[in-house]
């Protein structure tokens, strides 16, 4: 690790070229780069974590559990897990509405279920919940910041590589000249 950091200071030692003292320079732009990153890693993470808050909203208007009974039985006997079955319910504003919901499998006529409504009255997906909201957002910042990583690596050695065959053209010919002495 020493090794690694003592490569890429600046000094006066005479025995570094060129070429090192820009793949330096290129490694701190790099660098500088990646943190200037966590910006928009920062405003990605706002941006989700703000739908989510969004999505969590209920309340009159935006969105509210109704309470609905299975009209018919759910498909699937006794099996584990939901299907879609049709289901009556009042709308906040008495109109009795039927459509097909999600329902437990196996569920018997009759029995009720919790259907999300939207402002106008239509289904709509229930409210994420906090920790969904939170783990999107922090999904999203560590997903950009991993990106500008991939990026920047990727470019380092794509500078590096270029830097090496420049090197290894200056080395070959150094001894070129040095066998025609």
Request: with cysteine; proline share 6%.
């Amino acid at each position: 690790m020493t090794l690694r950091v003592r490569r890429y200071r600046f000094d006066r030692n005479p025995l570094r070229r060129r070429s090192d003292r820009l793949e330096t320079v290129g490694v701190l732009v790099a660098l500088a780069l990646f943190l200037l990153s966590v910006w928009p890693a920062a405003v990605a993470g706002r941006l989700v974590h703000e739908g989510g808050l969004y999505s969590e909203r209920t309340g009159p208007g935006i969105r509210q559990p109704t309470t609905a009974t299975l009209v018919r039985d759910a498909p699937g006997s006794g099996s584990i897990g939901e299907t879609r079955a049709v289901a009556q319910w009042v709308t906040p504003a008495g109109r009795l509405t039927s459509e097909r919901v999600a329902a437990p499998a196996g569920a018997k006529a009759g029995t009720p279920v919790i259907v999300w409504l939207d402002g106008q009255g239509e289904v709509t997906r229930p409210p994420t919940c906090r920790a969904e909201t939170l783990a999107g957002a922090i999904t999203m910042g560590v997903l950009v910041m991993a990106g500008s990583a991939a990026v920047l690596i990727t470019g380092v050695r794509g500078f590096r590589r270029l830097l090496d065959r420049s090197r290894q053209a200056a080395w070959e010919t150094s001894w070129v000249r040095a066998c025609d002495r």
